[in-house]
């Protein structure tokens, strides 16, 4: 027995690998950027194109996906130590979500963005369960 199984959940685990497949997630996007960067000529340091809105669009997907990454994480982990398996299929509802996102993005149209908007889902549901197990610890509920 691991110090861990004593712990966390046993199905922490999933979690876990949600958590680790996500990682995966911003390396692909983070290759599409680096992708567009050769295809368009947008040259480091140059985070945007005056002139290539299409490189605007993977940059911005992105860079979303970035500024979200804290939040998911926190509740990604935080609801899975009570709700492990809940927590582990709105994480990776999140994930596939960014992906839609993603290349909604890369249309050229970024209303197309809107696409992988039932990631909000994800996120509202693993923010549901962390504050339902905050209102459990502190005996609220």
């Given at each position: 027995m691991t110090v861990l199984s004593t712990l966390l959940p046993k199905d922490y685990g999933y979690v876990m690998l949600v958590g680790a497949s996500s990682v995966f997630m911003l390396a692909f996007l983070g290759g599409k950027v680096g992708s567009a960067r050769k295809r368009y000529g947008v040259e480091y340091p140059t985070m945007y194109s005056d002139t290539v809105p299409e490189f605007n669009c993977v940059q911005r997907a992105h860079g979303n996906t970035l500024e979200n990454y804290p939040q998911f994480l926190m509740l990604l982990f935080l609801s899975g130590i009570e709700h492990p398996r809940a927590a582990a299929g709105?994480?990776?509802?999140?994930?596939?979500?960014?992906?839609?996102?993603?290349?909604?993005?890369?249309?050229?149209?970024?209303?197309?963005?809107?696409?992988?908007?039932?990631?909000?889902?994800g996120m509202i549901g693993m923010l549901a369960l962390v504050v339902r197990s905050s209102l459990r610890l502190l005996e609220v509920v």
């Open positions: 709105l994480g990776g509802l999140w994930i596939l979500s960014r992906f839609s996102y993603a290349y909604g993005y890369y249309s050229g149209d970024p209303k197309k963005r809107m696409r992988g908007a039932y990631g909000y889902i």
